[in-house]
């Protein structure tokens, strides 16, 4: 299937109203200057709810929110248990999903790119990746040769996976987290930031400074 992307819609709508949907907004706002399509709004849980300092109006909860003709959401959530939940939602009601590539990003033509992917600036996806669906990689991040990230886990900024690598799903890693070359973490992990992971990890751990513990549901979600 081809991948649907930011050009294949005629206007944005951003799920998620923090610090996160400021980000894609600031970057797509800047593209629409350019001729990308505009966003138009955020929709929300919290009632009202929209970025500091932006003039766009909140469209309402996001499991109300029926789209306009042409019009695609992206979801600009943090927890990758919420992202999964909200992407099936949107799925199942037929939205329009668009993946987001930062135009500073360099994606090898040989990785593979799933749908509702959001890939921010100067983060490199290397040959032979695999990103799966509904994946965030935020600025700067490091997709080794023939790694790979599973759906709906969110890499922070400067996050580095080295070849051969690979992420679970659902997981999420803090900020300068890098996991060794051939290294695999399970799935719904959490590294801390500025950890290295040198051997493989078993599913639903919470990982920093090299020393693993059972992460606890309240602590992956937040």
Known sequence: MPLVTASSVAS???????????????????????GGPPVVGFIDDTPG???DGVNLPHLGPIRQFVPAPHQGVMVAIGSPAARRDVL????????TVPSYVHATALVSTSSRL????????????SRDALVEDGVVANAFCGIGHGA????CSVLSP??????????GAGCFLGTRATLYPGVRI??????????????????????????FQVASRRVRDE
């Not at 799933?114 to 996806?125: H, R």
């Not at 790979?148 to 759906?151: A, C, K, R």
């Not at 959490?190 to 920093?208: A, E, I, K």
């Open 12 to 34: 944005i709508v951003i799920a998620g109203a923090g610090g996160l949907g400021l980000e894609l907004f600031d970057y797509l706002d800047r593209e629409a200057l350019r």
């Open 114 to 125: 799933g749908m509702a992917a959001l890939i921010f600036p100067f983060t490199v996806v």
């Open 88 to 95: 099936f939602w949107l799925s199942q009601q037929g939205v």
């Open 49 to 51: 709810k929209v970025p």
């Open 158 to 167: 400067h996050v580095v996976l080295n070849g051969n690598s690979a992420v």
């Open 148 to 151: 790979s990230v599973g759906p």
């Open 186 to 211: 399970g799935a719904e992990c959490t590294v801390d930031s500025h950890t290295g992971v040198s051997s493989n990890v078993n599913d639903r751990q919470f990982v920093t400074s090299g020393s």
